[in-house]
């Protein structure tokens, strides 16, 4: 089992940047895929980016390409998520989560999730 912990969130105006964090427990983070997906109100959760197990393929979503980079810290046990240019469009509760799975965006193939964490761009 893996619990996750995101931070990092906050106010930000737009151009701005942030990193986000999600901590993990347990020894088997880096057996993992990781992903990081956003929840806007009322809008369904949707896919940001996906790193595989050893960080070496990474994939994003069209809307936060070039954008936004994540990476992982397996001796950290920790993910991150760069996100660099914000817009106001960007705001959202931020996720992240595992997977067995490399990539998907599909939600429904991740299995262990956090509790999210706030990120609000300001125009």
């Known amino acids: 089992q893996v619990q996750l912990v995101e931070s990092g969130g906050g106010l930000v105006q737009a151009g701005g940047s942030l990193r986000l964090s999600c901590a993990a427990s347990?020894?088997?983070?880096?057996?993992?895929?990781m992903g990081w997906f956003r929840q806007a109100p009322g809008k369904e959760r949707e896919f940001v980016a996906a790193?595989?197990?050893?960080?070496?393929?990474?994939a994003y979503a069209d809307s936060v390409k070039g954008r936004f980079t994540i990476s992982r810290d397996n001796a950290k046990n920790t993910l991150y998520l760069l996100m660099n240019s914000l817009k106001p469009e960007d705001t959202a509760v931020y996720y992240c989560a595992s997977s067995v799975v490399y990539g998907s965006n599909d939600r429904a193939l991740y299995n262990y999730w956090g509790q999210g964490t706030q990120v609000t761009v300001s125009s």
């Open positions: 347990g020894r088997t983070f880096s057996r993992y895929h």
């Open positions: 790193i595989s197990w050893s960080g070496s393929s990474t």
